[in-house]
């Protein structure tokens, strides 16, 4: 496997023309990326979450949409930052139909926890 160096190096004797075709293969590959936004097997069910943590960002919009402010957010949770919030509320955007499910998914758990299903 080729280090970033090793990529460096070759893409230092690339063309402009080749560097910019180049960037446009790697910008439709990261197409629907989300920077700060991770999803790792086995680490909170495999839903979305901020980076190197196990905070899943439908947890963070259901707290918002009971109206906790991102200032609350941000104070019990010192780990994240005002960027993780902008990070995950771009997140939800996209991906809303994922977000409902996942809010929909927890709503029904605490159901079945609580005794009232």
Same mark, same amino acid.
């Given at each position: *496997?080729?280090?970033?160096?090793?990529?460096?190096?070759?893409?230092?004797?690339?063309?402009?023309?080749?560097?910019?075709?180049?960037l446009q293969?790697?910008?439709?590959?990261? !197409?629907?990326?989300? @920077? !700060?936004?991770? *999803?790792? @097997? !086995?680490?909170?069910?495999?839903?979305?979450? %901020?980076?190197?943590?196990?905070?899943?960002?439908? *947890?963070?919009?259901?707290?918002?949409?009971?109206?906790i402010?991102?200032?609350?957010?941000?104070?019990?949770y010192?780990?994240?930052?005002?960027?993780?919030?902008? +990070?995950?509320? +771009?997140y939800?955007?996209?991906?809303q139909a994922? %977000?409902e499910a996942?809010?929909?998914?927890?709503?029904?758990d605490?159901?079945?926890?609580s005794?009232?299903?």
């Amino acid at each position: *496997m080729m280090s970033l160096e090793d990529t460096e190096r070759l893409i230092a004797h690339l063309s402009r023309a080749e560097k910019a075709q180049l960037l446009q293969w790697i910008a439709r590959d990261l !197409g629907d990326a989300f @920077p !700060g936004i991770e *999803m790792t @097997p !086995g680490v909170a069910g495999g839903a979305a979450c %901020i980076r190197q943590t196990r905070i899943a960002v439908w *947890m963070l919009e259901q707290a918002r949409r009971l109206g906790i402010s991102e200032v609350d957010l941000l104070r019990n949770y010192p780990g994240l930052t005002a960027q993780d919030l902008a +990070n995950a509320w +771009n997140y939800v955007r996209s991906h809303q139909a994922e %977000i409902e499910a996942a809010i929909a998914a927890n709503d029904t758990d605490d159901e079945v926890e609580s005794g009232h299903v």
